[in-house]
């Protein structure tokens, strides 16, 4: 059975940094493409990074030049470093995984939560 577990959320201050941490097990690690979203309370899901099985990274406008997106298909683990965050950042934020093949073969974690504020 499938389990993506995201862990390393809390609060910070705004400027302050974080780095989120998902781990898989029983997946293909290596075969699939994989994403960070996050959605404020109240709120549209919006994407903000991927990766993918050849390592290339891009962004979503609002988090370019603050967050790194990283993965280790050895500990099959996907990171979200968080630098220089700010209050528009809270929300909960999940993992996705994508079949590089089979695109509509899809895997969601449960989600956590970043808080960034005063």
């Known amino acids: 059975q499938v389990q993506l577990v995201e862990s390393g959320g809390g609060s910070v201050r705004p400027g302050g940094s974080l780095k989120l941490s998902c781990a898989a097990s029983g997946i293909p690690f290596s075969r699939y493409s994989i994403d960070w979203y996050r959605q404020p309370s109240g709120q549209q899901r919006e994407w903000v990074a991927r990766?993918?099985?050849?390592?290339?990274?891009s962004y979503a406008d609002s988090v370019k030049g603050r967050f790194t997106i990283s993965r280790d298909n050895d500990k099959l683990t996907v990171y979200l470093q968080m630098d220089t965050l700010k209050p528009e950042d809270t929300a909960e934020y999940y993992c996705?995984?994508?079949?590089?093949?089979?695109?509509?073969?899809?895997?969601w974690g449960k989600g956590i939560l970043v808080t960034v504020s005063s």
């Open positions: 996705h995984f994508v079949h590089t093949v089979f695109s509509g073969v899809e895997e």
């Open positions: 990766i993918t099985t050849g390592g290339s990274t």
